[in-house]
C-alpha cells in the first residue's frame, strides 16, 4: 500500500503547515547570517513549497529572491502569498 508523502499531503489539503524543513525559520536565518545574506544578495529557493523559507532572507535581510516549485500547485500557492504585497520575492 502507497501511503503518501507528507509533502504530498501538505500539497493536497491545507494542514496548516508552513514550513517541512527541520529547524524552521530559526536554521534558515542562522544560514542566512552565516552566509552574509544583505541587502540586495540575490538568493535562490528550490522546492521553495509555501514559500516561508523565501520569505524571510526577503523580509529580514532585505535579498532578492528567486523560488520555485517542482508542483504546480505549490507556485501557484506562491504567486498567491506574494502577489498579494510588495515583495522582492520573485516566482518561476
Do not use: Y
Not at 502507497?2 to 524543513?21: K, Y
Not at 552565516?34 to 523580509?59: C, D, K, N, Q, S
Amino acid at each position: 500500500m502507497d501511503r503518501p508523502s507528507l509533502e504530498a499531503l501538505v500539497e493536497a489539503e491545507d494542514l496548516g503547515l508552513e514550513i517541512l524543513h527541520p529547524g524552521g525559520l530559526a536554521i534558515t536565518r542562522n544560514l542566512a547570517r552565516v552566509t552574509g545574506v544583505v541587502t540586495g544578495t540575490r538568493v535562490l529557493e528550490i522546492a521553495a513549497g509555501t514559500g516561508e523559507t523565501a520569505r524571510l532572507p526577503a523580509a529580514e535581510c532585505g535579498a532578492r529572491v528567486t523560488a520555485t516549485d517542482m508542483s504546480p500547485r505549490m507556485v501557484r500557492r506562491l504567486r498567491d502569498k506574494f502577489s498579494a504585497q510588495e515583495s522582492a520575492v520573485q516566482i518561476v
